[in-house]
């Protein structure tokens, strides 16, 4: 349809998006309210997610695995240089997590992960540092698109047990705060990957880069299932 049909299917959904936000209903959060300025609310919030070791467990796995296995940025070398897929199999290869996002959300509705939560979490961080290095080693279109799918259906997984670890964790008085300490530090990671991404190819070259960011989130998996005994343990049933 051209760049013009693209970008109306774009704001199309847009739209179908604000509208379905009109029909949810206000619901009150009662809280006491504080006299603090912002700098101290988000203090605050900041505070209490450290002192919640499974919070703070949940969000720095998060945080790094999302910091090393940031394999996007350098899909354009891949499908250029080494895939040889064109634009087309650019679009491709960049739209497949996303997918294999909304497979494993809709799925999620219907399979609950309140048992052994924390062992979840860190199988689907592992798995999806795993994809990436499968990804990186991959030279064929289909075996790297799967890689990629699987990264997106793993990936989908990490974000629901988090948040809900972090919404079952926190008073409904500091959720605000607390929401805002997560919204900072991962969407950052997710910049910081980028250019972690850029620089390593930079020095290693496209291909080692991407097999260096899987191996540090497997690392980051292994030290944090050491350090951690409450994550392993979090039930959220």
């Known amino acids: 349809t051209g760049a013009t049909g693209v970008f109306a299917t774009v704001i199309l959904f ?3 998006a604000v509208i379905s936000l009109v029909y949810i209903g206000p619901k009150p959060v009662f809280y006491e309210k504080k006299e603090q300025e912002a700098l101290q609310r988000l203090a605050e919030g900041v505070r209490f997610v450290f002192r ?8 720095s796995l998060d945080m790094f695995a999302v910091l090393f296995g940031g394999a996007v940025a350098l899909l354009p070398i891949f499908a250029d240089e080494i895939l040889r897929v064109g634009a087309e199999g650019l679009g491709a290869l960049r739209a497949t997590p996303a997918i294999g996002s909304c497979v494993t959300l809709m799925l ?3 399979v609950p992960l309140e048992k ?3 062992v979840k979490l860190l199988a689907a961080v592992f798995c999806f540092g795993l994809s990436i290095f499968v990804f990186g080693l991959s030279g064929m279109f289909w075996l790297s698109w799967c890689a990629l799918f699987l990264s997106g259906v793993f990936d989908g997984v990490s974000v629901v047990i988090r948040n809900t670890i972090l919404q079952l964790k926190t008073p409904d008085d500091m959720r605000g705060r607390v929401s805002a300490v997560p919204t900072m530090f991962v969407r950052s990671s997710n910049e910081f990957g980028s250019f972690e ?3 390593t190819a930079k020095w290693m070259g496209t291909v080692p ?11 980051v998996v292994t030290v944090t299932w050491l350090v951690s005994p409450r994550l392993r343990r979090l039930e959220l049933n």
């Open 14 to 16: 847009h739209v179908l």
């Open 52 to 59: 919640t070791k499974e919070i703070l467990a949940a969000l």
């Open 108 to 110: 999620l509705a219907y």
């Open 116 to 118: 052994k939560a924390g």
């Open 197 to 199: 991404s850029g620089v």
């Open 209 to 219: 880069a991407v097999i260096f960011g899987g191996c540090m989130t497997l690392a």
